[in-house]
């Protein structure tokens, strides 16, 4: 069964960071691209980062704070949060275009979230 399974969430003060983990485990062939969203209350979700092989792609409202990186070996992504603002505060959802070998197929899986919360 593949599944995300995100951590590092949690309570912070303004200004604080949190660093974001994301381990997709299954029967994983192909990883094309693992990326984080996030949602407020009453709110769209949005993308914050994403990467691929030789990219990497972030919403404006997070450039030179936050840094997303891949170790393709562990099949994890990370979210490193720097300099976090109470506008940061959603939950946090992991997301990854995944190929699998059994059952055999590339979709896109979506993690449970994890709560990030600034607040001072």
């Known amino acids: 069964q593949v599944q995300l399974v995100e951590s590092g969430g949690g309570l912070v003060q303004p200004g604080g960071s949190l660093r974001l983990s994301c381990v997709a485990s299954?029967?994983?062939?192909?990883?094309?691209?693992m990326g984080w969203y996030r949602q407020a209350p009453g709110k769209q979700r949005e993308l914050v980062a994403n990467?691929?092989?030789?990219?990497?792609n972030y919403a404006d409202s997070v450039k030179g704070r936050f840094t997303i990186s891949r170790d393709n070996a562990k099949n994890t992504v990370y979210l490193q949060m720097n300099d976090l603002k109470p506008e940061d505060t959603a939950v946090y959802y992991c997301?990854?275009?995944?190929?699998?070998?059994?059952?055999?197929?590339?979709?896109?899986?979506w993690g449970q979230g994890t709560q990030v919360t600034v607040s001072s």
């Open positions: 997301n990854a275009d995944l190929l699998t070998s059994r059952p055999m197929g590339r979709r896109e899986y």
């Open positions: 299954g029967s994983i062939f192909t990883i094309y691209s």
């Open positions: 990467t691929n092989r030789g990219s990497t």
